[in-house]
């Protein structure tokens, strides 16, 4: 009797153990999203000295991620490769400081906008040029390639016939380089962006703004209204708990 008691007890301490870790691993198993980033666009997204990937929207997500109860991923590609890996399915999402434009708008949905800004033109901290002869007059300007700064100057400028010449980088450090070398006269580029350079002693300085209604947001596969809904909460809840301005002020400061 007390051997039938003790497996009777036995047996049901057992079930009890495989209940619970069945109910833990139930728990644990949300949803993986993968996150497509250049890494390169700081304070946005970008490596730290000690080769983390930080920056303002890698935070984002992550929170957004805890507050919607999902895994996030994080997979680091050229610029001009984001919204393919997006759309054929390489990556769930993208962004890291990514305009909501038109075009774009033709290939991925966008969340809504999270962020709004203005164009800055940056110069040497010697150069003697005024923002409108940084534009015109023989100039020589960098910019980023598949960017809407680059755009911008392309459109509004070489395009209505202003003398200038545009030099198109793969990146926005090398276009800023390229500025810091000598090797053009100016760059163009998104203000927060550029205010960073300045700040970090970069010796730039900025000309002047321009308005060009620039408004961030993160891209999903078109047609991914759950993800999009998903991301779209997630960026509710932390502006609401404050987490947002937080993460913000962590890297504008």
Same mark, same amino acid.
């Given at each position: 009797?007390?051997?039938?008691?003790?497996s009777?007890?036995?047996?049901?301490?057992?079930?009890?153990?495989?209940?619970?870790?069945?109910?833990?691993?139930?728990?644990?198993?949300?949803?993986?999203?993968?996150?497509?980033?250049?890494?390169?666009?700081?304070?946005?997204?970008?490596?730290?000295?000690?080769?983390?990937?930080?920056g303002?929207?890698?935070?984002?997500?992550?929170?957004?991620?805890?507050?919607q109860?999902?895994?996030v991923?994080? =997979? $680091?590609?050229?610029?001009?490769?984001?919204?393919?890996? @997006?759309?054929? &399915? %390489? *990556?769930?999402?993208?962004? /890291?400081g990514?305009?909501i434009?038109?075009?774009?708008?033709?290939?991925?949905?966008?969340?809504?906008?999270?962020?709004?800004?203005?164009?800055a033109?940056?110069?040497?901290e010697?150069?003697?040029?005024?923002?409108?002869?940084?534009?015109?007059?023989g100039?020589?300007?960098?910019?980023?390639?598949?960017?809407?700064?680059?755009?911008?100057v392309?459109k509004?400028?070489i395009?209505?016939?202003?003398?200038?010449?545009?030099?198109l980088f793969?990146t926005?450090p090398?276009?800023?380089?390229?500025?810091?070398?000598?090797?053009?006269?100016? =760059? $163009?580029?998104?203000?927060?962006?550029?205010e960073?350079? @300045?700040?970090? &002693? %970069? *010796?730039?300085?900025?000309? /002047?703004?321009?308005?060009?209604?620039e408004?961030?947001?993160?891209?999903?596969?078109?047609?991914?209204?759950?993800?999009?809904q998903?991301?779209?909460?997630?960026?509710k809840?932390?502006?609401?708990?404050?987490?947002?301005?937080?993460?913000?002020?962590?890297?504008?400061?």
């Amino acid at each position: 009797m007390q051997n039938r008691t003790f497996s009777a007890v036995s047996l049901i301490l057992i079930l009890g153990i495989v209940l619970t870790s069945g109910l833990l691993a139930f728990g644990a198993d949300k949803p993986t999203y993968t996150f497509a980033t250049e890494a390169a666009w700081a304070p946005w997204d970008y490596y730290n000295d000690e080769g983390e990937l930080v920056g303002i929207d890698i935070d984002i997500i992550r929170e957004i991620a805890k507050v919607q109860d999902f895994n996030v991923k994080f =997979t $680091v590609s050229s610029w001009s490769s984001l919204i393919p890996m @997006v759309n054929m &399915g %390489k *990556a769930d999402m993208t962004g /890291g400081g990514m305009s909501i434009t038109e075009e774009r708008e033709k290939k991925v949905d966008f969340t809504d906008p999270y962020w709004f800004t203005e164009m800055a033109v940056l110069a040497r901290e010697d150069s003697d040029l005024h923002m409108f002869e940084a534009l015109t007059h023989g100039a020589t300007i960098s910019n980023q390639s598949n960017t809407t700064g680059a755009e911008w100057v392309r459109k509004n400028l070489i395009e209505e016939g202003y003398d200038l010449e545009q030099k198109l980088f793969e990146t926005y450090p090398q276009a800023t380089q390229a500025l810091i070398s000598g090797k053009v006269d100016a =760059t $163009v580029q998104d203000k927060t962006t550029a205010e960073r350079v @300045v700040k970090k &002693g %970069k *010796a730039v300085k900025i000309l /002047g703004f321009f308005r060009t209604g620039e408004a961030y947001g993160y891209a999903v596969q078109e047609g991914n209204k759950e993800l999009l809904q998903t991301l779209n909460e997630g960026l509710k809840k932390i502006r609401e708990s404050g987490k947002f301005d937080e993460i913000v002020n962590k890297y504008l400061d």
